[in-house]
């Protein structure tokens, strides 16, 4: 025995310092188990696929989100999970799909994961046989119906498009809780709002289309017209959420109108942003756009990608993307109060469910007509 051993005292910290490794190597997965055993409602053989998963090299997600929205959920998945190493790929909303036919003709596709907005390429991809249909969540018996739009797609978040105004250049009886009360600041002072009221580009591509036409099928199509027409005297349209806001920070931009929860939600909760800027879900009309995932009938790393899926849609999942600007739909996911700690049920409290217009696949809502789009495009004076 070494000298050092004889010391009791010394002993004792050693099989304390070996309870702690032997704790430690549970904790991390590589004794074998994961971090925390599974929910009692998964599958009794779901042991089963985490050690499977460990035969594997990693997820790789194509979607169209940034890498701080997916930085806290990406952490939180790896403190349960650490060997899977999680490759996203921001892309736009059309390419994730774009891309991955592209690959797949090619023979080289290696997706494991999608994630996209887009209602209308989602439907063309579940045609393509794109999704693995056989995939089921385990999570799938806590998930809201209207979450599940097609067999093995599932709603990652429900992200609002929204109102954000600077609170320091209007005053308090100026701040717009609605679409309606922007046209109406408009119509009784154009000059004064010239080039000071800001959106998206509304039909530069199918997914803005579906959030642009779910707004005016919500409101009615006559009615949300003559707001755009109204809007279009003083409104400037961009491309990039994140102009906008720098523009309301500084003031060149008074008003901002459907912008994205997950692009917007991360800069309003910074401090000194927050002490200039303002924001409200339209009671006319929030539109929550859904965003889906769903495993890509390519994926090389199956059992990887379900743990990645499970864990997105579990209570832990949807509580550490929220930390990423995306936004909760269960029920059972409490956040504390402020910009990133809104669920639907939150903002549902806050304006009623019947001023929530959410995404979906049913056509009518999903694809406007040519005619509309051509007027919506005239009211704002966007060229084609």
């Given amino acids: 025995m070494y000298k050092g051993l004889a010391n009791p005292s010394r002993r004792k910290a050693l099989k304390t310092l070996a309870a702690f490794t032997a704790g430690l190597m549970v904790s991390t997965g590589f004794a074998g188990v994961a971090f925390a055993a599974a929910p009692d409602y998964y599958p009794a053989d779901y042991s089963s696929v985490v050690e499977a998963s460990k035969q594997e090299s990693g997820v790789l997600v194509y979607s169209n989100m940034g890498e701080m929205n997916w930085r806290p959920l990406i952490e939180a998945f790896n403190a349960e999970y650490p060997w899977i190493k999680v490759q996203t790929l921001d892309l736009g909303s059309i390419e994730v799909f774009e891309r991955y036919y592209a690959e797949t003709a090619a023979g080289n596709n290696a997706t494991d994961v999608v994630v996209s907005h887009s209602s209308a390429a989602w439907l063309d991809f579940i045609k393509k046989d794109g999704v693995n249909a056989e995939y089921k969540s385990a999570e799938d018996g806590k998930l809201p119906a209207y979450s599940k739009p097609a067999t093995g797609v599932y709603t990652i978040s429900v992200d609002p498009y929204f109102i954000v105004y600077n609170k320091a250049l209007l005053a308090e009886n100026e701040w717009p809780k609605s679409i309606q009360d922007i046209v109406d600041l408009v119509a009784k002072d154009p000059q004064r709002f010239a080039h000071k009221i800001a959106t998206g580009v509304p039909m530069s591509n199918a997914a803005a289309q579906n959030l642009t036409n779910t707004y005016f099928q919500h409101v009615g199509e006559e009615k949300a017209l003559k707001q755009y027409e109204i809007l279009g005297q003083d409104v400037d349209v961009y491309r990039s959420a994140g102009q906008i806001m720098e523009k309301l920070t500084t003031g ?60 997105v849609l579990s209570k832990a999942g949807q509580t550490a993307l929220s930390s990423g600007g995306l936004m909760s739909y269960r029920d059972d996911v409490e956040l504390p109060d402020g910009p990133t700690g809104y669920t639907y049920k939150k903002i549902a409290a806050e304006v009623g469910d019947a001023s929530l217009a959410p995404t979906s696949f049913d056509s009518k809502t999903m694809i ?11 009211a704002l004076h966007v060229q084609p």
């Fill in 252 to 311: 060149e931009v008074l008003i901002g109108f459907m912008l994205s929860g997950i692009q917007v939600f991360p800069l309003l909760a910074d401090p000194a942003r927050a002490q200039i800027l303002g924001y409200a879900f339209p009671s006319d009309g929030t539109v929550m756009l859904m965003r889906h995932i769903a495993m890509a009938k390519t994926a090389k790393n199956p059992n990887s990608s379900r743990l990645f899926i499970d864990f």
């Fill in 368 to 378: 406007p007509s040519q005619d509309l789009i051509d007027k919506v495009n005239a």
